[in-house]
């Protein structure tokens, strides 16, 4: 069994991807916090580890590194094979990956921490401000998400077939990111049904963001 640590932030969402897909393939690991607020992943001895000043981080058990949650959780598919996170036919990956997209590739970017400060420090943006900013955002991409979730016949109990997959992992982070700022999951009730399935299962509720050590 190897040795793994987690670098990573209770509630970055992209940490919750990680810590879901771990449990999910039944993988043991150390768990390291860091504040992001407090710039932990802006030291010297972080940037080593990571160039980018990003969680989360995965540290191998020969002292390499992984970073991105996607990239590193397609390591783990491909070192882990049991259970799949991908669909074994190309058009399922595709799929898979096109849902998993719409949330890693056009929320996350624009809604990450450090676009939320950036907004505050150089355009005065404030509270109420920074939250119309990711609802706007969020909203986009989740409408057009619960359409395809919600006419596609690949859409089972998850967001494709009755497994959970890549594309729960994001949607399942993602959702708890949304609760941060108020974001009313019922109007879109297809992800509210997902949702709410994946929070049934251990491995998914043991990653949500207030089950973790540092949460505060």
């Given at each position: 069994m190897m040795s793994l640590k987690l670098h990573n932030f209770f509630r970055s969402s992209t940490s919750t991807r990680l810590r879901a897909a771990?449990?999910?393939?039944g993988l043991d690991y150390d768990y390291v916090p860091y504040s992001l607020r407090d710039g932990e992943t802006r030291t010297p001895e972080y940037l080593a580890k990571n160039p980018q000043g990003l969680v989360p981080t995965l540290e191998k058990e020969d002292g390499t590194f992984?970073?991105?949650?996607?990239?590193?959780?397609e390591w783990l598919d491909e070192t882990h094979p049991e259970p799949?996170?991908?669909?074994?036919?190309?058009?399922?990956?595709?799929?898979?990956?096109?849902l998993s997209y719409m949330i890693a590739c056009e929320i996350h970017p624009l809604n990450n921490l450090r676009v939320l400060f950036r907004l505050r420090d150089?355009?005065?943006?404030?509270?109420?401000?920074?939250?119309?900013?990711?609802?706007?955002?969020?909203?986009?991409?989740?409408?057009?998400?619960?359409?395809?979730?919600?006419r596609s016949e690949a859409t089972g109990i998850y967001?494709?077939?009755?497994?959970p997959i890549l594309a729960d992992i994001c949607l399942y982070a993602q959702v708890w990111n949304n609760r941060r700022f108020g974001v009313p999951l019922e109007q879109w009730p297809t992800i509210a049904r997902i949702f709410d399935a994946l929070e049934k299962l251990p491995a998914f509720a043991k990653a949500a963001p207030?089950?973790?050590?540092?949460?505060?």
């Open positions: 771990l449990n999910l393939k992984l970073t991105q949650s996607l990239a590193i959780i799949a996170l991908l669909p074994g036919d190309p058009d399922g990956r595709a799929r898979v990956r096109a150089q355009f005065g943006a404030d509270e109420e401000s920074q939250k119309e900013w990711f609802t706007h955002w969020v909203s986009l991409s989740f409408e057009a998400l619960e359409l395809e979730l919600s967001c494709h077939g009755n497994t207030p089950e973790q050590p540092d949460a505060a």
